[in-house]
């Protein structure tokens, strides 16, 4: 049984900094690209970032490029999500998937497997 389970979500003001983490377990972790996505209260789910299954290639989106930083680490079976500047907009549900498939432009595309979400909120 596949599971993914987000982490590192909380109130911060703005300018501030969190970490997110996602663990997943029941899958190979190395053989899936890895991302995060976020939706907001009324608004659609976005991408924000995905990795690809070894590190080597990054997709942002432009709302958080310069801002935030994905990273993973295989041995640990573990993604990251580092969010510096936070701003106002940047509250949402983010959470995070394992894809198949990884698109330079595009991020992670047709996630198979999601977590259940670790909310951000950015006061001003």
């Known amino acids: 049984q596949v599971q993914v389970v987000e982490s590192g979500g909380g109130l911060v003001q703005a300018g501030g900094s969190l970490r997110l983490s996602c663990t997943a377990s029941g899958l190979t972790f190395d053989d899936y690209h890895m991302g995060w996505f976020r939706q907001a209260p009324g608004k659609e789910r976005e991408g924000v970032s995905c990795i690809n299954w070894r590190g080597s290639s990054t997709y942002y989106a432009d709302s958080v490029k310069g801002r935030f930083t994905i990273s993973r680490d295989n041995a640990k079976n573990t993604l990251y999500l580092q969010m510096n500047s936070l701003k106002v907009e940047d509250t949402a549900m983010y959470y995070c998937?394992?894809?198949?498939?990884?698109?330079?432009?595009?991020?992670?595309?047709?996630?198979?497997?999601w977590g259940q979400g670790t909310q951000v909120t950015v006061s001003s």
């Open positions: 998937a394992a894809a198949r498939t990884f698109h330079y432009a595009l991020g992670c595309e047709q996630p198979n497997y």
